[in-house]
């Protein structure tokens, strides 16, 4: 990795600011899910165990202003209990009273500032308040990869008041494992797009193209492409001004891209109420009726796809194959998890882009079968496609 990282730093003594991604869920004023929260241990402990003098900082939910369900005292609460230390809240993430008690800090201890987007500025990467940030530290460690498609004040604007701003493990570990596949696979390297629509995806799909040796299609935009194929796709989802575009990509995929070959049906989807209007049966590609959509990949695909993922040696994943949200429709988006499993365990290095697909993999019980669960959806499919990460762009060269 070309970027400053945290084992290249002398943090004894000095007042080191993190941007760590504690975006996590409450119930009834405590921590529901540690996840988010574990990811950021191997930093944290390490800066501890160096002596550094920590203030942690995150964003969490959307607030308006000031929300008095959206501070950050549950986190410190939870944070302290994983690490047998007291993390201190603080009310509030700038100003004299933020400075003054980051100023009492001693080596190895912990504060967590308040929630930052209870200013607006935050967001609006405003230099004024990125500035106030900065004051509080020496030293800068960002191991929030979940927000480094933002150019906000605590994930670039920080940066412009600081010498050595650094990666944390977690970003680290994103990086080499995204950053690897891209550019440098092992071969075959295949690529699993899904998701409902091509045109959230298309970017991505028009990057890896040139990469890949084999991507395939699941999820709603597949019927997109058939459709392009002169198919009968019924009821099923298609965004008919993107049809001319899926044309092209098969034209110039030149026999990369692999289309479902067989669907699961039903009369009618109520995806609010996530229930199916009949029950799902399986059609082959081509006899589709008229009067019916699909909501699942087929077993033929599944068995297709499966044996590619095996074959392969990189296997990255970014949406799901169907609605896998409902019980009876899930069976596809699960099949390829599994064929993902099963690869990992015989050497294949297999990643998951964060957003849906980890949300799959961890439905189906096999997150850690896999070689990286990717912690950023939007960051990692706006790398994916290429993009430069402005909280990656901004840390200090080596």
Not at 210 to 230: C, N, R
């Amino acid at each position: 990795m070309a970027k400053l990282f945290i084992e290249d730093l002398q943090v004894q003594g000095k007042r080191v600011i993190m941007r760590c991604d504690f975006n996590v869920p409450l119930k009834d004023g405590h921590v529901d899910s540690d996840k988010r929260l574990r990811e950021s241990l191997p930093s944290i402990r390490y800066l501890i165990s160096k002596g550094a003098r920590l203030v942690l900082m995150s964003h969490l939910g959307r607030p308006k202003g000031v929300t008095e369900s959206l501070r950050m005292a549950p986190v410190a609460k939870a944070l302290s209990d994983l690490l047998g230390i007291p993390v201190k809240s603080l009310p509030d993430c700038i100003g004299p009273e933020i400075e003054a008690a980051v100023a009492a800090l001693k080596d190895g201890e912990v504060l967590l500032l308040e929630n930052l987007r209870f200013h607006p500025e935050e967001e609006k990467n405003d230099p004024a308040f990125a500035g106030q940030l900065a004051k509080l530290a020496d030293i800068y460690v960002n191991d929030a990869f979940g927000t480094a498609h933002r150019a906000h004040g605590s994930t670039e604007g920080i940066t412009r008041y600081l010498k050595l701003n650094a990666a944390g493990y977690l970003m680290k570990k994103e990086l080499d494992f995204l950053g690897g596949a891209l550019d440098q696979p092992k071969r075959p390297f295949v690529s699993i797009i899904g998701g409902s629509k091509i045109s959230g995806k298309i970017d991505v799909i028009e990057a890896l193209l040139p990469k890949v040796d084999k991507l395939l299609i699941g999820g709603g935009m597949a019927y997109t492409f058939l459709k392009s194929q002169g198919e009968e796709i019924g009821k099923s989802l298609c965004e008919a001004d993107k049809v001319g575009m899926a044309a092209d990509l098969l034209k110039r995929a030149q026999g990369k891209i692999q289309l479902p070959i067989d669907y699961k049906v039903t009369s009618s989807l109520d995806f609010k109420a996530l229930k199916l209007g009949s029950p799902l049966q399986t059609v082959k590609r081509g006899a589709l009726p008229a009067d019916m959509e699909s909501v699942d990949v087929g077993p033929e695909t599944v068995k297709l796809y499966s044996q590619i993922i095996k074959d392969a040696k990189t296997v990255v994943w970014n949406g799901p194959m169907g609605v896998f949200e409902i019980e009876e429709s899930a069976a596809g988006t699960f099949g390829v998890a599994q064929a993902l499993a099963e690869a990992t365990a015989t050497g294949t290095i297999t990643i998951i882009g964060g957003g849906d697909s980890a949300s799959a993999i961890e439905k189906a019980g096999l997150e850690s079968k896999v070689s990286h669960v990717s912690t950023g959806g939007g960051a990692s499919l706006e790398f994916l496609e290429g993009k430069t990460l402005p909280g990656v762009a901004a840390l200090t060269e080596k």
